[in-house]
């Protein structure tokens, strides 16, 4: 099987394509949260996409269908996400790794191409060109991405919840300029 890795249109087939994804991807172990897609189909089109170095991609199988979707954008304070983490880690580790950061937001893969390289080809498509000092993002601590973002360079920052009772997260980063491994 191979894919194709393009830019993710706002709105059209492919873009419903890869909210799809998305929610086949979390209905799966350790999230089981198949109502995620509605959500994040907002926050990518209304919220996200305005924001500093947007940039968003699909894997597009030869057969047409979507089989990942990826994106990201600038981290800056007065984001949820980057001021939970800057409050979580000692003043060093905000400074080197939030300092000038591009936030790897969300990454998902349909359970049929996982394990195949599609995230990994998402990752190094959303970072190849990033001028951002470091790359940065969150992942469950009992899901499997961990090992693909380890694998791409990814080092743990931090493990932490966001939420009182909430589930633990990997924060990870890297530095950039990234270079993609070699096949």
């Not at 924001?51 to 600038?74: E, N, P, W």
């Not at 080809?121 to 693909?148: F, G, K, Q, W, Y």
């Amino acid at each position: 099987m191979n894919w194709r890795i393009e830019p993710l249109p706002a709105d059209g087939p492919v873009f419903r394509g890869a909210i799809a994804v998305y929610s086949r991807a979390f209905a799966e172990p350790p999230y089981s949260d198949p109502d995620r897609g509605g959500e994040i189909a907002s926050r990518v089109r209304d919220v996200h996409r305005g924001r500093t170095g947007f940039q968003a991609f699909a894997a597009i199988a030869d057969d047409g269908r979507v089989a990942g979707m990826i994106y990201g954008y600038h981290g800056e304070p007065g984001q949820w996400w980057h001021d939970a983490v800057v409050r979580a880690v000692d003043r060093d580790a905000a400074s080197t790794w939030l300092g000038d950061a591009y936030e790897l937001v969300e990454v998902a893969v349909d359970p049929f191409f996982q394990g195949l390289g599609v995230g990994a080809d998402l990752i190094n498509a959303l970072l190849c060109s990033r001028p951002e000092a470091t790359c940065v993002l969150s992942t469950r601590t009992d899901s499997r991405a961990h090992n693909l973002y380890r694998r791409l360079g990814f080092k743990v920052i931090k493990e932490m919840r966001f939420t009182l009772g909430g589930a633990p997260f990997y924060v990870m980063g890297r530095k950039l300029p990234y270079e993609a491994p070699s096949a």
